[in-house]
């Protein structure tokens, strides 16, 4: 039998993705990126978000099926982000993800934002499988989820604060670097001394939850003081100890995950995995432990639809299609 072609749309925050997927094979993965709309604000504005989403999608949708050379009649299944997410950007992809399966006659698959990252690693690696513990880390949100089998997500720890992302912006917003944070400080990092600062590891006595809230105040006071003492250290060494702080804190919970449970296979997903420095702390600490690491490459690992055509296609195998009537939710939680 052959592998199912399915159509990915997302659009949940500031990125409009559209991918065709024949099985799990990327036959084409476009992007339309508003950052350059959302800079100049030094973050996301939801109507504009909304409104660049409306532009981009038809010919976005267009462009991923002439480069996977697929007519829209071929498609087995249109998937689409319903939530988590901005409402309006949501609803923006799902009303149109859901008119293109209606007028095809194919089936609907309202895709899980977060469970997309949690698929994406299939995109890259065929030998991922469950039992396997997945660290998701992006702008919104921050969860250790443990995978016991195919759609059965237990969430083990998440942020009780800022998610990972977002400490990574807003840090990288009050030092003036500009929208969105992480690249630019993981650009900035390079060269400079992880252990130049020591900020605050905080969350020691939960072994599986993040805050990211008191290192963004601990670098605030930390930059007013040494301004009012003239002595701010270089950019580089601010930059390198900011991510260090973010990323041992991820790796330390991701791998108290990996014991507790002992599986054998650690994933990632979320914009955060695009950082250089996690994903070399992650692979050193993987390798001690003697377990299988299996991270998306970096344009997996930031929000894309061939994650959320991914995600469809395992629900497209159980014949799982989403009502006509459905909606989006901008609140909606996996594993719940
Ligand atoms: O998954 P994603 O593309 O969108 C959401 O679902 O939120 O993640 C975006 C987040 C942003 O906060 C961005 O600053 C962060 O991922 N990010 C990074 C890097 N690239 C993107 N954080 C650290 N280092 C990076 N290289
Ligand atoms: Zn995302």
Known sequence: MSEPLILGIETSCDETGVAVLSGNEVLSCVLATQVDEHARFGGILPEIAARAHVEAIRPLVHQALNQAAIHHDELDAVAVTRGPGLVGALAVGYAYGKTMAWTLGKPLIGVDHMEGHLFAPL???????????????????????????????????QTLDDAAGEAFDKLARFMGLGYPGGPAIDLYATGGDPDAISFPRPMQG?????????????????????????????????????????????????????????????????????????????????????????????????????????????????????PWGSDVDPNLKIGQ
């Open 206 to 322: 939960r072994p599986y939850d993040f805050s990211f809230s008191g290192l963004k105040t601990s670098v605030v006071t930390f930059l007013e003081k040494a301004k009012t003492a003239n002595s701010v250290p270089p950019l580089e060494d601010v930059c390198a100890s900011i991510q260090e702080a973010i990323v041992d804190s991820i790796v330390s919970k991701t791998f108290n995950a990996v014991e507790a449970t002992g599986v054998e296979i650690v994933a990632g997903g979320g914009g955060v995995l695009a950082n250089r420095r996690l994903r070399q702390k992650l692979q050193e600490e993987a390798d001690r432990r003697g377990v299988n690491l299996l991270l998306p490459s970096p344009q997996l690992c930031t929000d894309n639809g061939a994650m959320i055509a991914a995600a469809g296609r395992y629900h497209y195998d159980r014949g799982v299609f989403t």
């Open 123 to 157: 995109l890259d690696h065929s030998d991922y499988e469950p039992p396997a513990v997945v660290v998701l880390v992006s702008g919104g949100h921050s969860m250790i989820v443990h995978m016991r089998a195919w759609g059965e997500y237990h969430v083990m720890g």
